[in-house]
């Protein structure tokens, strides 16, 4: 039974792929650009891949007796023991697709992941390139998201897209070089391939058994967000936009890939879990890196600290390992250095994907993709993938990477906080939360709250989906018009995106009604998953007074996220209509879009409900990697990376229990910001009790450098463009008078000599190809008259044919 | 004069010929259809006679059946297609077919 | 043995042969139901290419369910009191034909000829032709030499003709009529000689009786013999009209310029294949299990049909050069290619020879036989993708720009792109260019060629030819390309737009063209097979 569940989930990968190829062939061959057949495809696609995944999840938890939901003790007093029992078991599994009814009893199964083979590409030597599936109960839940999310997404998009529906879609956004706007046929069946292929390439990262698939992966995800954001390919922002996105990716990618050689370099292989070759079978990285406690196996040699690697063999024992003995005498090492180099590595890759500081400028440029796109990018896919690497990736950084990471993501999320204030395009404030959310979860995975950066990254899918279709439902209504200020009291006109909107508004912000009621909390699911951040940001600061920032900041954030969203809302939906002509057209959705958003309410509200105790909770804190739940208390001085006069190179990272404790504390700061961020935007935008616009005037100068977005772009294009724009000049100078010049000469003497070579060749080679043709041609010619039509020669020609050849036989038989 | 195989061969040789010859020479499509059967029959002459003089034996005489009855659906669809020719040509001579050459 | 033994063992033999008789009888089942159609009126119900389809879709998977247990089928199986012969060269041209019958069926639907109202006489004709071609690779017997060949080409002179209003088509049909029948005759006449004097019409048998008829070392001063080679003659002919081998190929361009594409298509690949089984099967007959007094006969023999494929293929290549149609184009390219395969066929009547002659051993000489029959085999398969290929492309063509002339393809690429690849892709492995399909089916036969020369010098000449053929055959072939990718479209001109079905059917067939090239498995997987049946002939 336990196989099902990688077949199902390989079906539910593989499913899009398929809707991908019908469609975009399929689309190119068909006579018409108004059939909705391809879209169908897609959603039936997406949707199937759904159910499959929801299938796979109940088989699951059946065969582990669903024991990720049966009583497990209250967050805080897992005792360790349990832990380590089970990584052990994890180390030592032979065979990883096979649960071992064992002992230890059935009730932790659950926490075991599931990996092989699917298909071998090739090996070398001990290099297997193959495609792997690695699953666990977060690849399980990422699976449930990305699908039902992408399902919601493109039956949204069946009513979005529909003015693509044409012959001569006429692009009033892009013009000719006449000035004239750009026509072209409709593109799509072109729109439903590409998110076919994106939710394809999404699966497949998620469900990726190794780190080389991986990368495989991430970089069609980085294809795909490509062909979509510029997906007005006539646009200059569009392509421009898309153009941003794929290098500032690069730019993390390349970090990415340096930690994926040092990976293969040391550790030998790129599998994540166990895995088999030929006879043998061997550890995955996870369980190479970390001991059964989740500890490091760090030793000083010779003055530098070495990490051993467990349960590796290094290549050099090869024959020993062949006679049977299994050689465990020398086990393969990393430097500590180089297993940071590896952590960064990864974690530039996720900088880039998940718009981190400082590659973030893409993220807001991407908007140029139709709505849809951006409500897929921002919330289960793209940057999705980010954090859901750092996720994965999560035993190989060492405690340093992950102070980095939790700075970056601590910078990012005031930083995009900040920028949000001020925008005006109702798309790019989503944009910016989004950036500003994900700072949240890298923090949250930073400091050792693993399973509560996932949650958020698992509710604020929900509601960013939720949000950015009701934006595409308003600009939709509005006919394309996506700033605010002409917008207003469209809750009259339109009132399910209204109250769909309001319930992503009220998650993202985290506002919550503080008591209980039968037990639960009455909270939307943002609040469950920022509090657990918040809380764990909190038990950190306690830990390491020292780095009280990565607590203050999030809890400051967290008022300004509140009144930026509220501020959004206010000014889209309350209010007296700022611009007559747009509120009078507006109307509401078609039902194939509302429906999505209904849909997506239902779960952007529930998801997380229980919160800690929730099943969702629950699942993510099944996979949670050994030790986390622990906690740490100092690193050793001799292996510190960061040198010791500094002053701060103790990291400890908080316990479960010690987040508990501090969780009310914690949870009332957030909702005390959040509430007083929601209320300062209710008194300047609905009460108005100062306007906004004098407020304004007063900071100019923060404004502008706000409404500049911090002058990254700028500084970009000073530090980078441009110096690169000076280099490729120079070199193209170089390129034209000297090497060209050489060329030039060597050109123009074998063209001398070709001239010699031609009256040659002209004279008597072209003379005897052309006799050729010619005495061929005009034998094939003269035999056409051979078939002269007449029926009653062909018949003669049969029995001189018969007598031709037995006169013939009669010469040169013997006798 | 004793009748031997000979002779029957000697029959079928002249059938086979003067259906070729007929095949070669008729300009009525209906003549050329007739030169066939002449040579079908010609072979179907030596059949009986071989099964009678040679151990081929009731083989002989059942290709002959076979022959005949096969002809005689060969016919039928040449009629058809003769015609056929004749509709489109108002003529059934096969010089006046043509027009496919070279 | 008393009557009721005799008709017990008739009754055990007629059971016994109709287990191994499945698709014929089934393709016999869906021509009946077709005609039953028409009479109850059904045809209005159900389109008859669904039920043409859906039986041959069942023949082929009975062929393929035969196929799989190809090892199973060791020994040759002799069916109905030994008419017919079941082994696996028989079922591999079954599933040759059926698979090819499958590809004709859908070519027909997707270009609309014919039309619903003719359909189910169209299938019934299209089925019952194959039926005969699938005698015809299973004869025994001369009786079912003659019958596969009548029944194999009876219905295909009425479906040339099936383009009913239309001058050339019923000028093409009367021609392919009178001239097949004549064909017929002729070779009816030699069977009835051959069989006369052999004292047997069973395949099998014939060597035996050669040998016991034939006394010392053969000559053509012995009347038996040169009355046995006149037959052989007589009945080659009949296979020659067949395979529209040069001086028999007349009926060929006229025929295919006047039929429609499709059945140009069916009539130029499946009859082509039925016939070459045929041949193989009669050629092996004859170099039997003792051939050494009839050695001299059978060398000259292979060197006449040698000579044979050789004028063919210039023929054919140099006269196909002045064409401007491309239907005319394309017959005249299929006799060439006719002239290659027969070359396969001469190289292993040497080889087999070479045994005889000291040149070879036994087993070399049966391997390298089996090798040209393999060939042979692959090239017929290959030969199955490109020529239908080509054909349907100008079916598909047609139906859009009301044209066949080649000058009127001009600048087609702008319209249909990836249907003018398909051709390139088609064309190419005609001119037999690497890596495509072509080049391998060209290779191997040039191999066994050369083998061959070392038998007997001829043949290498017989190779320098088909080489230097080869080279006359791209020019043709090219031409069309450069009206399709180079000229440009005259303004004015009708649009080519393609459907994509079409375009995915034609894309199917050039893939298989290509991955009979590029992909070495399958090539090798393809070509093992091949050689695996031949040796079923082979058993000495």
Redesign the interface.
Known sequence: MLDWIWILLTAAWLLPLLGFAVEVFGGYWQQSRRDRTPALIAVACIGAGFVLSVAAFIIWGSETHWGVFAAEPEHGDVPAQQAVEDTTREAAAEDASELQPADAGQQHSYRKAISGTIYTLARFGDLKLSIDYYVDSLTLVMFMMVTLIATCIHIFALGYMSDELTDEYVDHQAHTAGGDHVHRPGRYYLFFSYMSLFCFSMLGLVLAGNIFQVFIFWELVGICSYLLIGFYVERHSASTAANKAFIMNRVGDFGFLIGLMVIWTYFGTFSLGPETIGDETRPGIFAMVRNAEGGLDIRNESGSPVVHLNGSVAEADDAGAADGEAAVTAERTIPYWLLVVAGLGVFAGCIGKSAQFPLQTWLPDAMEGPTPVSALVHSATMVAAGVYLAGRFYPVFTPDVLLVMSYVGCITLFLAATIAVVATDIKRVLAYSTISQLGYMMLGIGVAGWAAGLFHLITHAFFKSLMFLCSGSVIIGCHHEQEMPRMGGLRRKMPITAYTMLVGVIAISGLAIPFTILGMKLAFSGYHSKDAIVATALAFNYKNPVHFLLFLVPLVTAGITAFYMFRLWFYTFCGEPRDRHIYDHAHESPRVMTLPLIVLAVFAAGVAVGGEGGPLYRMLLASEPAGVDVGSEAIDPTVAFIPEDVGYALVGQPARAEIHSVHAQAGAFALIAAAAGAVLAFLLYVVRVVDPGEIKRQVGGLYRFLIEKWHFDTLYDVAFVRPVHRVAAALAWFDRVVIDGILHWFANTSVRIASWDRKVDEGLVDGLVNLVGNVTFRVGRSLRAVQTGQLRQYIMFIALGVLSLFVLQFIFFPR | MQIGLSEYLIV?AVL?VA??VC?????N?IG??M??EL??N???V??V??ARY???GL??Q??SL??IV?AA??AA??L???L??Y???MTID??R?????? | MSFSELIQSLLDDTTRSLAHFGPELWLCGTILALLLMRLFGWDRLVPPYIVATAGTLVGFGITYFDFLNLEAAGEAEHLFTGLLVYDRFTIFFRLFLTLFLVFVIALTVLTGIPDREDGPDFYTLLLGSVVGMMLMVSANHLLILFLGVEMASVPSYAMVGFLKGRRLSSEAALKFVVYGAGAAGVMLYGVSLLSGLLGTANLPEMAARLNLVVTGEAGMADATVRTIVLSLMLVFVGLAFKLSLVPFHFWCPDAFHGASAEVAGFLSVASKAAAFALLVRLAIAFLGQDPVAWAGVNLSLGIAVGVVAAVTATFGNLAAYAQSNMKRLLAYSTIAHAGYMLMAVAAMMIIRHGGAMAVFSEAEARSEAQRAIGGLLFYLWVYLFMNLGAFAIVAMIRNRIFSEEIDDYAGLVNQCPWLCVCMLLCLFSLVGMPPLGGFFGKWYIFASLFQAGKVHWSMWAVLGIAGLNTVFSLFYYVRVLKAMFIAPRPEGARRADIPWIEGAYAGILSLSVLALGCAPLLVNSVSRKAREVAGVLLIP
């Open positions: 079928g086979f259906g070729v095949m070669a020479t008729k300009r499509g050329v259809l030169g066939v040579v079908l010609g072979a179907n030596n059949f006679a071989f040679t151990p081929l083989d002989g059942i290709i076979f022959v096969l659906a060969e669809v040449a058809a297609i003769a056929n020719f509709n489109n040509h096969v010089d077919g043509d027009q496919l050459k070279g």
